[in-house]
């Protein structure tokens, strides 16, 4: 017996909108997907398959465009020129996707390097800090309170003689 699902059914088993399941019926990715009397679409399971294989594709990054000459080659049926052309097609998109991941372990291997450079570089803070920390508590304990320079008192006279100033007023406004 032949288990048939309404596209709300393949809607959830793929993670696809129906929305999604129409577009790829509607561009040819989906063919010959069959409808019951009362014009709802039924996939088998060899749709299923199919679909299963177009997720896949689409997971490595593959273009649509080029899903869609997949699936073109592949309504031609398993003649030699089709079947060549489909593993030529797979062949450069699986050279793509190596070459992709190399450069993808290229770029962790540097991400990794520099997150080991800042283990070292927080160690080296840490120590620093540490060293400070501890000379700088044993000489607050030894040290007396801190005089007022002289330099500091004039700039705390400066700062209270300008708070007791009157606001400039603009040029050409008489004062209130």
Same mark, same amino acid.
């Given at each position: ?66 899903? /869609?000459?997949? +699936? %073109? *080659? ?6 030699? &020129?089709?079947?060549? @052309?489909?593993? $030529?097609?797979?062949? /450069?998109?699986? +050279? %793509? *996707? ?6 993808? &372990?290229?770029?962790? @291997?540097?991400? $990794? ?64």
């Amino acid at each position: 017996m032949t288990t048939f699902l309404t596209i709300a059914q393949v809607a959830e088993a793929t993670g696809l909108s129906t929305h999604t399941l129409r577009y790829y019926e509607r561009i040819g990715l989906l063919d010959s997907v069959q409808r019951r009397d009362n014009g709802h679409r039924v996939f088998r399971a060899e749709d299923m398959t199919w679909l299963a294989f177009l997720l896949r594709l689409r997971d490595t990054g593959m273009p649509i465009a080029q899903m /869609l000459q997949y +699936a %073109a *080659l592949r309504r031609q049926g398993d003649s030699l &020129a089709s079947v060549s @052309a489909r593993q $030529r097609l797979l062949e /450069l998109h699986a +050279a %793509a *996707l190596e070459a992709e991941q190399r450069a993808r &372990a290229e770029t962790l @291997a540097v991400l $990794r390097e520099k997150i080991v450079n800042y283990d070292g570089i927080r160690a080296r803070i840490a120590a620093a800090e540490s060293a400070l920390g501890s000379a700088s508590s044993s000489r607050k304990s030894k040290q007396q309170p801190k005089r007022q320079s002289n330099e500091d008192a004039h700039d705390a006279d400066r700062t209270n003689r300008t708070a007791r100033r009157k606001p400039r007023q603009p040029a050409g406004r008489p004062e209130s």
